[in-house]
């Protein structure tokens, strides 16, 4: 319960924080326009990630005014978690050769994540902001909308005699592994009884939420990087009423900025209250 007070109290001075930035964006104040979003997105992502524990409390002095750590944190975790999935394969090697894992491919996963910690690292210690063009968040907005969109799955009956196979199929498996032979049989007649009709799945619509949700401020994390110091103190000589104009990316497009925020502040306070019932 400590840490759901905490992550509230940090969600809703992250929407006090936007809200001060449309003020001073409207006042054509920039410098203290930027300095409250990053602010507002620092905040959102520090509560998103107590939420989901990939941080502490402990870690938040840590994380300092860089969220982007957060997810470097996560991505680490992903790789550990990686890393033991491989290992359960090397120790039960016909699990390989099932349908449902033959494609897994544990390698280009790992040198996916870390490219992509290795990015994030590399991008916190060289202390500059990362400059998008139009196009880029054009293209970033339109990738968010189609997640969103993507909430129901039709699956027909042609579909869920393949899924029946390859589930039966990693229960044969998991058998001569001397697995739980009672419970497993228990699954395969509940599976196998299952009265199938051609539906819409609308289960998968808080996972697309979700993935959306962390996409969204994935990004506004890498936008607002250290955006922090440079918005109140001089930097290579340029004093911030100078360097935060509209030809600056940030300033430029705030507005578009401040709607995936307030989108993402939603989403973080929906996802808070599914975990609360949850927890019931």
């Known amino acids: 319960m400590e840490n759901i007070k905490r992550e509230?109290?940090?969600?809703?001075?992250?929407?006090?924080?936007?809200?001060?930035?449309?003020?001073?964006?409207?006042?054509?104040?920039?410098?203290?326009?930027?300095?409250?979003?990053?602010?507002?997105?620092e905040k959102a992502n520090k509560s998103f990630g107590l939420m989901l524990n990939i941080i502490s409390e402990k870690d938040l002095l840590k994380i300092s005014h860089n969220p982007?750590?957060?997810?470097?944190?996560?991505?680490?975790?992903?790789k550990k978690e990686n890393r033991e999935f491989n290992k359960t394969l090397e120790n039960y090697p016909k699990l390989k050769k099932i349908k449902l894992l033959k494609n897994n491919d544990s390698k280009m996963l790992e040198?996916?994540?870390?490219?992509?910690?290795?990015?994030?690292?590399?991008?916190?210690?060289?202390?500059?902001?990362?400059?998008?063009?139009?196009?880029?968040?054009?293209?970033?907005i339109i990738e968010i909308k189609n997640m969103k969109k993507m909430k129901k799955v039709i699956?027909?009956?042609?579909?869920?005699?393949?899924?029946?196979?390859?589930?039966?199929?990693?229960?044969?498996v998991l058998s001569e592994y001397n697995a739980d032979k009672d419970k497993l049989e228990s699954e395969r007649r509940k599976l196998n009884?299952?009265?199938?009709?051609?539906?819409?799945i609308t289960?998968?619509?808080?996972?697309?939420?979700?993935?959306?949700?962390?996409?969204?401020?994935?990004?506004?994390?890498?936008?607002?990087?250290?955006?922090?110091?440079?918005?109140?103190?001089?930097v290579d000589n340029k004093i911030p009423r100078k360097l935060y104009t509209k030809?600056?990316?940030?300033?430029?497009?705030?507005?578009?900025?401040?709607?995936?925020?307030?989108?993402?502040?939603?989403g973080i306070k929906r996802y808070n209250e599914l975990m609360k019932l949850k927890n019931k």
């Open 155 to 172: 699956v027909k009956k042609e579909d869920w005699i393949n899924i029946k196979k390859d589930i039966n199929e990693l229960f044969d």
């Open 247 to 266: 030809k600056l990316f940030i300033v430029k497009y705030l507005p578009d900025l401040i709607k995936l925020q307030y989108d993402s502040i939603k």
């Open 8 to 41: 509230e109290e940090l969600l809703g001075v992250a929407e006090r924080d936007l809200k001060a930035t449309k003020v001073l964006y409207e006042k054509k104040l920039y410098p203290q326009a930027i300095f409250y979003f990053q602010q507002s997105v």
């Open 111 to 140: 040198t996916n994540l870390n490219k992509s910690i290795e990015f994030w690292k590399n991008s916190i210690k060289s202390k500059k902001a990362i400059n998008f063009s139009y196009a880029d968040l054009k293209n970033i």
């Open 68 to 78: 982007t750590k957060i997810h470097v944190k996560d991505l680490c975790e992903q």
């Open 193 to 200: 009884n299952f009265d199938f009709k051609p539906t819409k």
């Open 203 to 234: 289960i998968l619509e808080p996972f697309f939420e979700f993935i959306s949700l962390y996409y969204t401020i994935i990004f506004l994390s890498a936008v607002t990087m250290h955006h922090s110091n440079c918005t109140r103190y001089p």
